[in-house]
T-cell receptor, first 113, second 112 residues
Framework: AQRVTQPEKLLSVFKGAPVELKCNYSYSGSPELFWYVQYSRQRLQLLLR??SRESIKGFTADLNKGETSFHLKKPFAQEEDSAMYYC???????????????FGQGTILTVHP | NAGVTQTPKFRVLKTGQSMTLLCAQDMNHEYMYWYRQDPGMGLRLIHYSVGEGTTAKGEVPDGYNVSRLKKQNFLLGLESAAPSQTSVYFCASSYGGPTQQYFGPGTRLTVT
């Protein structure tokens, strides 16, 4: 069974500082990894997925299969980045996973002015 | 498009009472999911459905039942609510596979 671990429940940084939200996973196959974000009083929404290799709102994440990690990074944090961030894993295309995601515990990011 | 909607937004139940949470989506998605969100636990899958008339158990199904009589609706039922079911419940839908899931706004349920 797959597992996703976000070791930091809370992360605080100052505006303009770099930020890295950690995500580690355990899965024997070739998973697809996602970052979802939940801003205050808003619904959970997709931030980015590793397969698209995009930069969204200045955030990037690289899948490191050797270290089984998918850390989320941003070089200069903004106050509007304050939110709850979830890392999520899908077992990959094919099989009978039915689109089910395994979520990490979440990290609350606070960016101070 | 409204996307994914959930009814109600808030609810307070007494132990032993029953209720049904409604999720509706207008994106013609085949797959729908019910999660619960608890502090320090992340989102955990309760039940899911891969199409009209089908349902399956997720990670934490005990105490819940679901039905998918219409493609656009996915109902989550609590037959006899317990304080351990106090949580925020999220519904999501997707095209299936490793694709984006679209979430509803959530229902905050308190069981006293």
């Amino acid at each position: 069974a797959q597992r996703v671990t976000q070791p930091e429940k809370l992360l605080s940084v100052f505006k303009g500082a770099p930020v890295e939200l950690k995500c580690n996973y355990s899965y024997s196959g070739s998973p697809e990894l996602f970052w979802y974000v939940q801003y205050s009083r808003q619904r959970l929404q997709l931030l980015l997925r590793h397969i698209s290799r995009e930069s969204i709102k200045g955030f990037t994440a690289d899948l490191n299969k050797g270290e089984t990690s998918f850390h989320l990074k941003k070089p200069f944090a903004q106050e509007e980045d304050s939110a709850m961030y979830y890392c999520a894993l899908h077992p990959g295309a094919g099989g009978t996973s039915y689109g089910k995601l395994t979520f990490g515990q979440g990290t609350i990011l606070t960016v101070h002015p | 498009n409204a996307g994914v909607t959930q009814t109600p937004k808030f609810r307070v139940l007494k132990t032993g009472q029953s209720m049904t949470l409604l999720c509706a989506q207008d994106m013609n998605h085949e797959y729908m999911y019910w999660y619960r969100q608890d502090p320090g636990m992340g989102l955990r899958l309760i039940h899911y459905s891969v199409g009209e008339g089908t349902t399956a158990k997720g990670e934490v199904p005990d105490g819940y039942n679901v039905s998918r009589l219409k493609k656009q609706n996915f109902l989550l039922g609590l037959e006899s609510a317990a304080p351990s079911q106090t949580s925020v419940y999220f519904c999501a839908s997707s095209y299936g596979g490793p694709t984006q899931q679209y979430f509803g706004p959530g229902t905050r349920l308190t069981v006293t």
